[in-house]
């Protein structure tokens, strides 16, 4: 199976960008559709960028639709979420999930489905 350790969060003032990591190990990443979601105390995990296991559909929330990219690096086997024009509404812990998918067309916006998961990684935004 494979296991999955984000890096790349930390303090950002309003505007800003990170870049968050998703590094696997044991298993290709390109066995897996890949997700991120985040988290915010009180909230339920929500859906926020999803890619197919070849990496070429990829499906974003409204909410970040335009300003967050999700990318993966085969050669160094690592799932990434670019996030540009941060805002506090943004903060939560980030986490990255992988799936065996039914097909290389699959991707998924449920966390319930996802089986594999990271520890998660902290983002703050302040204003």
């Known amino acids: 199976q494979v296991q999955l350790q984000e890096s790349g969060g930390g303090l950002v003032q309003a505007g800003g960008s990170l870049r968050l990591s998703c590094a696997a190990s044991g298993r290709p990443l390109s066995r897996y559709a890949m997700g991120w979601f985040r988290q915010a105390p009180g909230n339920e995990r929500e859906f926020v960028a999803a890619?197919?296991?070849?990496?070429?559909?990829?499906r974003y929330a409204d909410s970040v639709k335009g300003r967050f990219s999700i990318l993966k690096d085969n050669t160094k086997n690592t799932l990434y979420l670019q996030m540009n024009s941060l805002q506090p509404e943004d903060t939560a812990v980030y986490y990255c999930?992988?799936?065996?998918?039914?097909?290389?067309?699959?991707?998924?916006?449920?966390?319930?489905?996802?089986?594999?998961w990271g520890q998660g990684t902290q983002v703050t935004v302040s204003s």
């Open positions: 890619m197919t296991s070849v990496g070429v559909t990829t």
């Open positions: 999930a992988g799936q065996t998918p039914s097909s290389t067309f699959s991707l998924y916006v449920d966390p319930k489905i996802y089986r594999y």
